[in-house]
């Protein structure tokens, strides 16, 4: 069976959309899996070796998909979700997301993400607007004309068609049409 990758950087309602696509298909996708050694591994390796645990599970979201999306693409038969926001509104919610937490310790595979795919561990309001920008161009140009691919902007009225539609057409399943929940929105 297909997997669901969900590549939107943090607070680009990963949960959410996890949350949304769980509910509607009945998968088990994991949200931000920081304490499964096995894919802590594959993120540092990043190896086609280490991909078997990615077979155990439905899919993945959150920064861990960000670093392995291509390695994902060429190996697992999988469909990925791409979340996105301006810029502007997701440097204001990350940096209350980061606030409101400690800092990762040294050698903690939440501080290796952060340096992997922002270059930063803390609000480095330059670091975090490049590593922000060259992701998004990236991953566009990556998945350019490929149809196991879809963006959607968080703040679009009609997401929840889209995804239904190329789930679909992905040969998944959908259960019960869902409203989109807004997890961990910030006020």
Known sequence: MKKVFITGLSKT???SMTSFINKSCMLDIKHYPIRN???NKLLKS???EDLSVLLTID???DIQVCPIYKLIDENIESVFIHTYRDIDSWLVSYKRHI???PLPEENTPKKFLREEVYGTNEFNKEKLEDAFLKYEKNIRKYFLNKKNFIDINIKDKNKEEKIYKFLSRHNFKI???NKYPWIG???
């Open 185 to 187: 929105k910030s006020k």
């Open 175 to 177: 259960y019960k049409k």
């Open 13 to 15: 309602s990963t949960k």
């Open 46 to 48: 990043k190896k086609k």
């Open 99 to 101: 606030n409101i937490r």
């Open 37 to 39: 050694e096995k894919i």
């Open 59 to 61: 899919g993945m979201s």
